[in-house]
């Protein structure tokens, strides 16, 4: 009874390539994010999803996109992989404008 | 200068000790303050929230804010190996969700037997 659930845990992958993670949360909440985490566990956040607005970092680059089915499932699609990419992606949801965030495990990119 | 500085450690202290977790931030506007641990491979996990100054107690954890000096601190008491973890700290300015968050970089713990 995982609250918020991604998959892959671990994913490898040659520059150039598309991969997409996934995000379901079973908790109700209303909003999800997605974060990145740098080497030095330095978290920032990329989008957050909300009752269907997308509101999006400036910094992240357009080759990220994420996608919403419902207000349980976010995931993010990487178009173009490129080294620069590799990182901790992970989602997170909360209730509609609270700061308390539940976090799922973390997906491990590696772009060869 | 970063908005918030965290000290990235590592720490090691012996089990049973009193460990004092800090973070300094520029932005007056913080008034929401957060702590989270991470496990290693894991997400990071809610550890403690506060609003505006003061302090609050959770079991053998006590968070304090002061806001005057722009300092916040996370208190561990009687600390165990189970408290071997990264403490993030996280500051917002307004209650808008974690597009509002700013985190620290995390500081490095290890309770050693």
């Known amino acids: 009874d995982t609250a918020v659930s991604q998959t892959p845990k671990y994913l490898v992958t040659q520059m150039g390539n598309d991969k997409s993670i996934k995000c379901e949360q079973n908790?109700?909440?209303?909003?999800m994010y997605w974060y990145k985490q740098d080497s030095k566990k330095f978290l920032k956040i990329m989008f957050s999803y909300n009752n269907k607005e997308l509101i999006i970092n400036e910094t992240v680059p357009n080759r990220f996109s994420p996608k919403s089915p419902d207000k349980a499932h976010l995931n993010l699609h990487i178009n173009s992989l490129e080294l620069g990419d590799s990182a901790v992606y992970f989602c997170a949801s909360s209730q509609a404008n609270n700061e308390k965030l539940f976090f799922g495990s973390g997906t491990q990119l590696s772009v060869l | 200068q970063k908005e918030v500085e965290q000290d990235p450690g590592p720490l090691s202290v012996p089990e049973g000790a009193i460990v004092s977790l800090n973070c300094t931030y520029s932005n007056s506007a913080f008034q929401y303050f957060m702590w989270y641990r991470q496990y290693s491979r894991k997400g990071p996990e809610l550890l403690m929230y506060t609003y505006s100054s003061g302090n609050k107690e959770d079991g053998r954890f006590t968070a304090q804010v002061d806001k005057s000096s722009k300092y916040i601190s996370l208190f561990i008491r009687d600390s165990q190996p189970s408290d071997s973890a990264t403490y993030l700290c996280?500051?917002?300015?307004?209650?808008?969700?974690?597009?509002?968050?700013?985190f620290g970089t995390g500081t490095q713990l290890k309770v050693e037997l």
């Open positions: 996280a500051m917002s300015g307004v209650t808008g969700g974690g597009n509002k968050l700013t």
């Open positions: 908790l109700g909440h209303d909003t």
